[in-house]
C-alpha cells in the first residue's frame, strides 16, 4: 500500500501510528547534530566545498552555517506540524511535502554518518541489528512513497 497519494491537488497519507511515532524521531535527530570533527554527521552535513583550499571552506561555512541550520530547522518544524496535522486527517501541500524531503533526507545523512557508511552497498549487510539501519531503510522508504506521489500522481 503507497503511504502518499495526491487527491484533488493535496497530498493524502495513510501512514500508520507506529509511522508517524518514528517520524516523531527525526525533528530530534535533526536538532541533535554535534560539531563539526567531534560528530562525524556535522561533518557529513557539512562537508569541504573548497577541499584544496580549507580557509575558503571555513569561510563558507562561517558565512552559510546560520541560513542552512535556519533551513534544516524549518523543514523539521514543518515535518512535525505536519504529523500532527496528519493525525488530525488533513492533507500535506506539495511544499510540505518538500520540506518533509529534504528533513528525511538530512536524517538518512545523520544515521548514515554516524553508523559509518561511507559508499554504497550497505543494504544487504546490517551492522549487528543495529535499529537505526532499519529506522535509515525506513526513512528511505518514506521518501520512496513521497516521490512516488509527487511524480506519478501528477
Known amino acids: 500500500m503507497r503511504l502518499f497519494v495526491v487527491i484533488d491537488g493535496v497530498i493524502r497519507s495513510r501512514l500508520s501510528d507506529f509511522e508517524i511515532a518514528v517520524l516523531r524521531l527525526v525533528p530530534r535527530l535533526l536538532a541533535g547534530v554535534g560539531d ?10 557539512t ?19 546560520e541560513m542552512i541550520q535556519g533551513t534544516r530547522d524549518a523543514d523539521a518544524d514543518v515535518l512535525a506540524e505536519g504529523l500532527e496535522r496528519i493525525e488530525a486527517g488533513e492533507a500535506l501541500s506539495f511544499e510540505e511535502a518538500a520540506s518533509w524531503m529534504r528533513a528525511l533526507a538530512h536524517a538518512r545523512v545523520i544515521l548514515g554518518a554516524r553508523l559509518g557508511i561511507e559508499e554504497d552497498g550497505w543494504e544487504g549487510n ?6 537505526r539501519i532499519d529506522v535509515l531503510h525506513f526513512l528511505g522508504h518514506v521518501q520512496d512513497h513521497l516521490v512516488m ?3 506519478i500522481d501528477l
Open 126 to 131: 546490517p551492522a549487528d541489528g543495529d535499529a
Open 36 to 45: 563539526p570533527g567531534v560528530d562525524p554527521a556535522a561533518d557529513r552535513l
Open 149 to 151: 506521489a509527487l511524480t
Open 47 to 65: 562537508p569541504q566545498v573548497h577541499p584544496a583550499d580549507p580557509e575558503r571552506s571555513e569561510e563558507f561555512r562561517r558565512l552559510a552555517a
